[in-house]
């Protein structure tokens, strides 16, 4: 009898910390969407925002990793982990969403970040890191579902920049490699704690090198207060977001991790219709409707195989 009340906790801890990392990590990316909106606003550019807004992350995780005696290792295997981790799934992914939301709206890439499930689960079961699952497949499908309507409004709108719609749908790709090549290449023996800040640190550097490139800038208004603080907000929620992103790739792996997106696009909308005066994107209730499906569907069957 010990032995089965044992066995129900461990499960039930199974598939309970993944969908907790999930929803918080999935609460602060929404959340870091529309931040994007408001230092545009503040005529923020949208690579000094993010560079600036990494180093800061990378700073505070650091301090973490330091205070806990969990400093990111480096060697020749975590130092191409952490340059390839933070140029598909920081610096370039994060660089084509925030350079967009000016012109497509926060709700659309909050919804278009939505999109990873399907092309990670194609590539996890390609890669036999996943085994067929049909509520799962099921699941995975919604999501897309959901996003592509979104999608296919947006670009049939007659105001539509399709360059910059179709330049966002190319995102979802880089996090999607991203979500498989963490898990592919984690350095074994090595905690999430000491790997986000040295993923982090490559990005600041990646950012850094693409500001001395020409037309872009990492110069930020020192005419009033608001970049600065946008930078330390986004700062705080780039940790705590990456932070999770590691530790639910650890315990939930690259399919349930690639659901980050959607859980994100939930929270984003709202914000950005309530509080920031967005019009809804065409779509919205049936294409959300499928991601929350999609999400369900993709938790039940995680649960299931733990």
């Not at 609460?27 to 800061?56: E, M």
């Not at 780039?238 to 790739?249: R, V």
Request: charged content about 10%; proline content about 6%.
């Amino acid at each position: 009898m010990a032995n089965l009340v044992t066995n129900v906790s461990t499960s039930h801890r199974a598939w309970l910390a993944p969908l907790l990392y999930l929803l918080s990590g999935g609460a602060l990316l929404g959340l870091s969407t529309n931040l994007a909106k408001l230092a545009g606003d503040a005529r923020l550019p949208p690579l000094a925002f993010l560079c600036w807004s990494i180093v800061g992350a990378a700073l505070v995780l650091m301090i973490v990793a330091a205070l806990r005696r969990e400093l990111p290792p480096v060697n020749a295997h975590t130092l191409e982990y952490y340059v390839v981790s933070a140029l598909v799934g920081v610096a370039g992914s994060n660089l084509v969403f925030f350079s967009a939301v000016p012109h497509v709206g926060v709700g659309f890439v909050a919804l278009i970040i939505s999109l990873p499930p399907l092309l990670t689960y194609v590539g996890a079961l390609a890669l036999k890191m996943e085994q067929f699952q049909a509520i799962r497949g099921t699941g995975v499908a919604a999501a897309l579902a959901g996003a592509g309507i979104l999608a296919a409004r947006k670009l049939s709108a007659p105001d539509a920049d399709v360059f910059w719609v179709l330049l966002v749908l190319g995102g979802p790709v880089l996090l999607a490699i991203g979500n498989l090549y963490r898990t592919l290449r984690w350095p074994k023996g090595v905690s999430a704690d000491a790997l986000a800040p040295g993923m982090l640190i490559a990005a600041a550097v990646i950012l850094l090198g693409a500001g001395l490139l020409p037309g872009l800038s990492l110069a930020v208004p020192m005419d009033q207060s608001l970049p600065a603080v946008l930078i330390a907000v986004q700062s705080l929620v780039f940790a705590g977001m990456f932070l999770l992103l590691f530790l639910l790739q650890k315990t939930g792996g690259p399919v349930l991790l690639s659901l980050l997106g959607s859980v994100g696009a939930l929270v984003a909308v709202p914000i950005a219709i309530f509080l920031q005066g967005e019009a809804p994107p065409k779509g919205l209730f049936l294409g959300a409707a499928l991601i929350v499906a999609g999400v369900a569907l993709l938790t039940l069957g995680n649960a299931k195989s733990k």
